[in-house]
């Protein structure tokens, strides 16, 4: 089993749409998670990092299940600009703070 | 305020040949990782250099070496190149203080072609 799974997708989704993703995590010792955005071709961005109480930043919310040991993201009102891969990023201790990022997932909204 | 930078954009070597890729860390930041993303997939995580060390590596072999400099810039070597370093590296730079919940701000990588 990998450390951090994504369902590849995609996802394709109308404008306005919600939708959600998920990501699971192994290591039950994993300690901060986070929500990074990739466009085609360039670098990955910080989204938000996701709080045991969950959060939220406009349109975006993020949320933690420790019980079960995913990570979600919802998206409301979709827009094109939102179109892009969601990659989660777990980092658990154990002596070490090695980032563990899943494959993404992809994400299409259409008009 | 310049961001991550790292040199090349793109290279294209052969099997066997030697690699050394280039980053430039945001202002005011001293920590630099590596990252390797093959197509498809999301990066995994080479090495980190925290003053001029290797403080973190991922699982990867020793192939792959790197140097922080004093200014904190960074290089990536990989000796012996094979098909499978086709990849997207990527380099990214965060402040120690504050990790693992500080974020990580990435350069627009180097795309490496074997051949």
């Known amino acids: 089993r990998k450390e951090v799974e994504q369902d590849p997708g995609p996802f394709n989704v109308p404008e306005g749409a919600t939708v959600a993703f998920n990501c699971t995590y192994s290591?039950?010792?994993?300690?901060?998670f986070f929500w990074y955005r990739q466009d085609c071709r360039k670098e990955p961005k910080l989204l938000m990092s996701v709080y045991s109480s969950g959060n939220e930043d406009g349109r975006f919310t993020a949320q933690l299940n420790r019980a079960s040991q995913y990570i979600s993201l919802l998206i409301r009102d979709s827009k094109l600009s939102d179109s892009a891969t969601y990659l989660c990023v777990v980092i658990h201790t154990g002596g070490s703070y090695i980032p563990t990022f899943g494959r993404g997932t992809s994400l299409i909204v259409h008009p | 305020d310049a961001g991550v930078t790292q040199s090349p954009t793109h290279l294209i070597k052969t099997r066997g040949q030697q690699v050394t890729l280039r980053c430039s860390p945001k202002s005011g930041h001293d920590t630099v990782s590596w990252y390797q993303q093959a197509l498809g997939q999301g990066p995994q995580f080479i090495f980190q250099?925290?003053?001029?060390?290797?403080?973190q590596r991922g699982n990867f072999p020793d192939r792959f070496s790197g140097h922080q400099f004093p200014n904190y810039s960074s290089e990536l070597n990989v000796n012996a190149l094979l098909l499978g370093d086709s990849a997207l590296y990527l380099c990214a730079s965060s402040t120690l203080a504050g990790a693992p919940n500080n974020e990580q701000f990435f350069g627009p990588g180097t795309r490496l072609t074997v051949l």
């Open positions: 290591n039950s010792a994993s300690q901060s």
């Open positions: 250099y925290y003053e001029e060390e290797e403080r």
